[in-house]
């Protein structure tokens, strides 16, 4: 019986990050287990939930994605609000979008609640073909606001479930 052990209201969850550094890719692999090498821009921003079961508790996990406004840096404040976690991608191959992740930190101070709970995470890790990637810059960057720093890859299924298993377990301890 699933009521008898029903958790908490759904937590929500909003991606944040540069267009094209794989939220979306990182969502539906974790929701549906699919990945596409052409994945089409997101055109609507969607909302995909996800049942978790931790130490016997059932939570669901709202996942909200943006459907592309990131590239105006117009995402509103609905999409912020009640914002119980923050999921902040980059692309481990493009400094820049890891550079704006301090940009998308400065929006949820304004959006979003100030006890947010945050994640980073580096995608594309497959892309990396040498160990030339040093990412102590960005686990310290992640230390200084309270995220754990996660590398992904949405296309081999890397690192993936970690991440949104770390989120809802914060969110969870501290209801
Ligand atoms: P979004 O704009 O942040 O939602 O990014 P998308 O999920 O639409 O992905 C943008 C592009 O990057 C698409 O062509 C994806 O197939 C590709 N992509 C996303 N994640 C990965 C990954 O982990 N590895 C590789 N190699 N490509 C990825
Ligand atoms: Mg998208």
Same mark, same amino acid.
């Given at each position: 019986?699933?009521?008898?052990? @029903?958790?908490?209201?759904?937590?929500?969850?909003?991606?944040?990050?540069?267009? $094209? %550094?794989?939220?979306?890719?990182?969502? /539906? =692999?974790?929701?549906?287990?699919?990945?596409?090498?052409?994945?089409?821009?997101?055109?609507?921003?969607?909302?995909?939930?996800?049942?978790?079961?931790?130490?016997?508790?059932?939570?669901?996990?709202?996942?909200?994605?943006?459907?592309?406004?990131?590239?105006?840096?117009?995402?509103?404040?609905?999409?912020?609000?009640?914002?119980?976690? @923050?999921?902040?991608?980059?692309?481990?191959?493009?400094?820049?979008?890891?550079? $704006? %992740?301090?940009?998308?930190?400065?929006? /949820? =101070?304004?959006?979003?609640?100030?006890?947010?709970?945050?994640?980073?995470?580096?995608?594309?890790?497959?892309?990396?073909?040498?160990?030339?990637?040093?990412?102590?810059?960005?686990?310290?960057?992640?230390?200084?606001?309270?995220?754990?720093?996660?590398?992904?890859?949405?296309?081999?299924?890397?690192?993936?479930?970690?991440?949104?298993?770390?989120?809802?377990?914060?969110?969870?301890?501290?209801?």
């Amino acid at each position: 019986n699933m009521n008898a052990k @029903a958790g908490p209201r759904p937590f929500k969850l909003v991606l944040l990050g540069d267009g $094209r %550094v794989g939220k979306t890719s990182l969502v /539906l =692999r974790y929701v549906d287990d699919v990945f596409s090498d052409s994945q089409t821009a997101t055109v609507q921003a969607s909302y995909l939930t996800k049942r978790l079961n931790i130490n016997g508790v059932v939570v669901t996990l709202s996942i909200w994605d943006t459907a592309g406004q990131e590239r105006f840096h117009a995402l509103g404040p609905i999409y912020y609000r009640d914002a119980d976690a @923050a999921l902040l991608v980059y692309d481990i191959m493009d400094k820049d979008s890891f550079t $704006r %992740v301090r940009n998308w930190v400065k929006e /949820l =101070r304004q959006m979003a609640s100030k006890d947010i709970i945050l994640a980073i995470a580096a995608n594309k890790s497959d892309l990396v073909r040498s160990q030339k990637i040093d990412l102590q810059e960005a686990e310290r960057y992640a230390a200084s606001i309270g995220a754990k720093h996660f590398v992904t890859s949405a296309k081999l299924n890397t690192g993936i479930e970690q991440v949104f298993l770390d989120i809802t377990t914060r969110a969870l301890e501290k209801r």
